[in-house]
């Protein structure tokens, strides 16, 4: 358990994100938490970090002047989302991630998926006939329904699995998708995993 540097709430630190100062005093995220040093904690989320910035709050903790980037929220966002896309990257080498509309449509009427990958700039068409085949399955077998990762591109996704462009993906259970289960909540405090712009944003979300 750690205290979060801006709200002073006591979370779990899987929840957090840790930062650490480099050797010239600047503030550095600690995605993994592993860097040496000293290092404070803030809640996974934008809202957290932006009230430890407004405050000052980093001096404080580190008991020292300190050097914060002005773009340091978008930095913790980007390695969030380089930390996901590694995660992919790691699971596609292992065998763990499907690619392409009808091997997840195949993969979907196995068994149940740990996770759904959809491009951000995807179809909503294709994107809508895996939703209610995963939905139906997951009504079948009684098992929670399958969440959905959409805040990346198909560029993004292609490049993290060495393709030029992937629009529809899918994780298999097993410890992949148990790290990512970490990690998601992480992300989803910096970006909408279901982009706001989806016609079918509603339908994602299980608000239906």
């Given at each position: 358990?750690?205290?979060?540097?801006?709200?002073?709430?006591?979370?779990?630190?899987?929840?957090?994100?840790?930062?650490?100062?480099?050797?010239?005093?600047?503030?550095?995220?600690?995605?993994?938490?592993?860097?040496?040093?000293?290092?404070?904690?803030?809640?996974?989320?934008?809202?957290?970090?932006?009230?430890?910035?407004?405050?000052?709050?980093?001096?404080?903790?580190?008991?020292?002047?300190?050097?914060?980037?002005?773009?340091?929220?978008?930095?913790?966002?980007?390695?969030?989302?380089?930390?996901?896309?590694?995660?992919?990257?790691?699971?596609?080498?292992?065998?763990?991630?499907?690619?392409?509309?009808?091997?997840?449509?195949a993969a979907a009427r196995s068994g149940p998926?740990?996770?759904?990958?959809?491009?951000?700039?995807?179809?909503?068409?294709?994107?809508?006939?895996?939703?209610?085949?995963?939905?139906?399955?997951?009504?079948?077998?009684?098992?929670?329904?399958?969440?959905?990762?959409?805040c990346f591109s198909g560029a993004e996704l292609?490049?993290?699995?060495?393709?030029?462009?992937?629009?529809?993906?899918?994780?298999?259970?097993?410890?992949?998708?148990?790290?990512?289960s970490h990690e998601m909540p992480r992300l989803?405090?910096?970006?909408?995993?279901?982009?706001?712009?989806?016609?079918?944003?509603?339908?994602?979300?299980?608000?239906?």
């Open positions: 358990m750690r205290r979060c540097l801006g709200t002073g709430e006591v979370r779990d630190k899987a929840e957090m994100v840790r930062f650490v100062c480099d050797p010239e005093g600047h503030v550095v995220p600690d995605i993994l938490g592993k860097l040496p040093g000293r290092g404070v904690w803030v809640m996974a989320q934008k809202s957290a970090l932006e009230t430890a910035l407004r405050r000052k709050a980093f001096s404080r903790g580190f008991k020292s002047r300190v050097h914060v980037s002005e773009f340091l929220i978008e930095d913790v966002e980007r390695l969030l989302r380089r930390r996901v896309l590694g995660v992919l990257t790691m699971a596609m080498k292992a065998g763990h991630l499907v690619l392409g509309f009808d091997q997840v449509k998926l740990a996770y759904r990958i959809e491009a951000q700039d995807g179809s909503p068409d294709g994107r809508g006939k895996i939703r209610v085949l995963t939905k139906a399955m997951s009504h079948e077998l009684g098992t929670p329904l399958t969440p959905v990762i959409g292609g490049q993290a699995v060495g393709r030029e462009f992937v629009v529809h993906a899918a994780l298999k259970a097993g410890g992949f998708s148990k790290t990512l989803a405090g910096f970006t909408r995993l279901v982009p706001e712009n989806w016609p079918d944003a509603v339908h994602e979300a299980g608000r239906e």
